[in-house]
């Protein structure tokens, strides 16, 4: 697996979507895979709920046949979280101020999520 690919995956949102502040991968099972995040955040704390995150929101959208589960956002008052599935591998965790745009970054991170997917499928 390249982390340097990835890395630069996490650096490129970051640089297109302004109010991201934290990135992460995670395995589905909350296990990190790379984080770009700052040292005060317990990145192996977030992965693990994010992952639990993941599991509640694929499983709602089955029981309510909507459709495979893309993303779920949790507004707080200082920011966000958006939790976005990465293919059936992992998913990504994006954390943001109050000035993040969540439609730039749900628009943002599509394509960037299609490319992580593949670096992880191929590894």
């Known amino acids: 697996m390249n982390h340097d690919v990835l890395a630069a995956e996490l650096h490129g949102l970051r640089e297109r979507v302004?109010?991201?502040?934290?990135?992460?991968?995670?395995?589905?099972?909350?296990?990190?895979?790379m984080a770009d995040m700052s040292e005060k955040l317990d990145t192996e704390v977030i992965s693990a709920l994010a992952a639990a995150d993941l599991g509640i929101a694929r499983r709602t959208s089955e029981v309510a046949r909507q459709g495979a589960f893309r993303q779920t956002v949790v507004y707080n008052s200082g920011g966000?979280?958006?939790?976005?599935?990465?293919?059936?591998?992992?998913?990504?965790?994006?954390?943001?101020?109050?000035g993040l745009n969540v439609s730039r970054l749900h628009q943002e991170s599509q394509p960037a999520i299609e490319r992580i997917n593949s670096i992880l499928s191929a590894a």
């Open 18 to 33: 302004t109010g991201i502040t934290d990135t992460l991968i995670a395995a589905n099972d909350g296990i990190l895979i």
């Open 80 to 98: 966000c979280m958006a939790v976005y599935a990465v293919g059936s591998l992992a998913l990504m965790v994006v954390l943001g101020d109050e």
